[in-house]
């Protein structure tokens, strides 16, 4: 397996990461970091620690500034540096703020057959629950075969809601592991800031198509969520200052049918489409707000 992790500024975040992956019990993998143009100590953060898997560090200058989507960018420029993928069966994409249980691996690993082009686990942070229909950015696990059918998918904010969708037009499945729980050390898209996050969240929503309907829902579910009430309105306002953005009008239809048949289920059978979603009301899961 590779790792790839894009880091930019990520000094309180980094070198726990690296301890993360040292106590794993899966250790079949190589890591990558490439550094995206940090300004602070992150690079003198990872070398400090002596992990089992230490880090292999590639370096992009003055390239940071992830509202332009050099997360996606960063990441592939770090599989690009590895050449010959023939001797990898998986590539992943790791965010330096994600803390991983030491059975991460097993557990999703598992769960990948001849059709499963995506998997990856789900958020265990209470206040950061998401959806258990995709697999959460930080921890986009794809098999090779998977990987090379995105290359002409743009590397711009979006790209992990829109490989979902690209891999299933092409006849793979995506396979979300609720076994797998992961932490995150800052919320999803809140590297540079709650509000900037939400921003960006808006623009996100844009350029992949969203349906209208879904969007309304989705403005009003983030009231609740910090940084309350503003956080949405900035949202709102990266919708609709975002333009159609770099993806093709095809896939976004596509999402926006997926969007819509999700829809149809929630009203077809409210609460267990709420239950199956979020987790809300599974076995040791805690209610909390949608």
Wanted: charged share 25%; net charge neutral; with cysteine.
């Amino acid at each position: 397996m590779l790792i790839v992790t894009p880091m930019h500024n990520e000094q309180s975040n980094i070198g726990e990461l690296a301890v993360s992956l040292s106590n794993l019990s899966f250790r079949a993998f190589d890591w990558v970091v490439v550094d995206d143009g940090s300004t602070d100590d992150s690079v003198a953060r990872l070398k400090d620690k002596d992990g089992i898997q230490r880090a292999r560090l590639e370096v992009r200058r003055n390239q940071g500034m992830l509202i332009g989507g050099s997360a996606f960018s960063a990441w592939r420029h770090g599989v690009d540096t590895v050449g010959d993928l023939a001797g990898y069966t998986h590539i992943m994409k790791l965010d330096a703020d994600v803390r991983l249980p030491s059975d991460y691996f097993e557990l999703v690993l598992d769960k990948f057959s001849d059709g499963v082009g995506i998997a990856g686990g789900v958020i265990e942070n209470p206040e950061m629950r998401e959806q258990r229909l995709h697999v959460p950015g930080p921890v986009k696990l794809y098999s090779v075969d998977a990987y090379e059918m995105l290359d002409e998918l743009p590397s711009a904010v979006g790209f992990d809601v829109m490989d979902e969708v690209a891999i299933q037009q092409r006849g793979l499945s995506v396979e979300v592991v609720a076994s797998a729980r992961f932490q995150l050390a800052r919320a999803i898209g809140a590297s540079q800031g709650g509000l900037h996050g939400r921003f960006r969240n808006g623009r996100v929503c844009r350029w992949t198509g969203y349906d209208p309907v879904y969007f309304a829902l989705h403005f009003v579910r983030y009231l609740a969520r910090r940084p309350y009430i503003i956080g949405s309105f900035a949202m709102l306002r990266g919708f609709v200052t975002a333009g159609p953005g770099p993806y093709a009008s095809e896939l976004k239809r596509a999402h926006r049918r997926t969007q819509r048949e999700k829809l149809a289920r929630a009203v077809r059978s409210p609460v267990s489409w709420v239950r199956n979603t979020y987790g809300i009301g599974l076995k040791g899961e805690a209610p909390d707000a949608i």
